[in-house]
């Protein structure tokens, strides 16, 4: 575990049990190798999440990539999201540029360059995939909430996330009905996967309510760029809590309430409903009440 800019980097169990097996196979330089790749690749999120001016609290590198611990994902707009999820990939496209550069300047190693080359390609595109917490489906959850409202957009990711890991965890066991090996290592990854994202699912109601008591800090945001608010039009009787789950991550709302004859008889500013949900529990309370 080393801390180097605010940021403390660490090796997860996984990553420990691959040196472990690297150590006694006799991998360990390609390990190593994989290593500085994985490394560049996570320093690419960081910098990027730090010129917007998130804060990265710790980095735990896995084999195929990384998890960054940061509380600004979900409070910033979509777009930064999508731009610090997409930045790892681009350091492993920029290192196959280098790699290919030095092969042709006949200044490394044919193999080495080659092998270089391809475990770049394979952590930057399988970090692409639409699997959560992998770069592709955290692009994949900013883009959904661009028009969907943030809870349904952490229900999808997650229900996604799991069905692609369903997926690759049977094929990985694919090859044992033609006779041939299992692919351990993909198996692994995706064991990992399928956890982390029924985890995910489960956690769902404490990051929408995290989502929901970080929402003043847009709103600030907001106010200073004069944002026309997006209505939320519904009827007396609706719950606090599923009106709640129709804010949109980059939009501030206001609530118009209809009353029984069609007519709109109260206007609402999110933040009143928010105060409410958490000042009255349970929030089954009605917004009429």
Known sequence: ????????????????????????????YELLTLFAIVFIHELGHVACAKAFGWSITEVKLLPFGGMAETEDGAL??????????IAGPVQNGLMILIALYLKTMGW???????????????????????????????????????????????????????????????????PLLTGGKLNLNLMMMALFLIWTNWEEHRNIPFRFVRFLMHRPTRLREWERAVTLGRPIVTEGGRSLSRIVRL???????????????????????EQQLIDAFFEEPPPRNSIKE
């Not at 180097?4 to 196979?25: C, E």
């Not at 910033?76 to 999820?85: F, G, T």
């Not at 900013?142 to 890991?165: D, F, K, N, V």
């Not at 804010?247 to 500013?269: A, K, L």
Request: hydrophobic share 50%; proline share 4%.
């Open 1 to 28: 575990m080393i801390k180097w800019g605010g940021t403390t980097y660490s090796l997860h169990p996984l990553f420990i049990i691959l040196m472990a097996a690297a150590a006694v196979t006799g991998y360990m």
């Open 76 to 85: 910033s707009p979509a777009w930064q999201e999508w731009v610090v999820a």
């Open 108 to 174: 490394c190693s044919q193999e080495w360059a080659d092998g270089f080359i391809q475990a770049n390609a394979f952590i930057g595109l399988f970090n692409l995939l639409p699997i959560l917490p992998l770069d592709g489906g955290r692009m994949m959850q900013a883009a959904y909430s661009l028009w969907m409202s943030y809870h349904r957009t952490l229900l999808i990711g997650a229900r996604i996330s799991l069905g692609c890991s369903v997926i690759m965890l049977l094929y990985s066991m694919y």
């Open 247 to 269: 804010f949109r991550r980059d939009d501030y709302h206001f609530i118009y309430v209809v009353g029984d004859e069609g007519r709109i008889v109260r206007i609402m500013p």
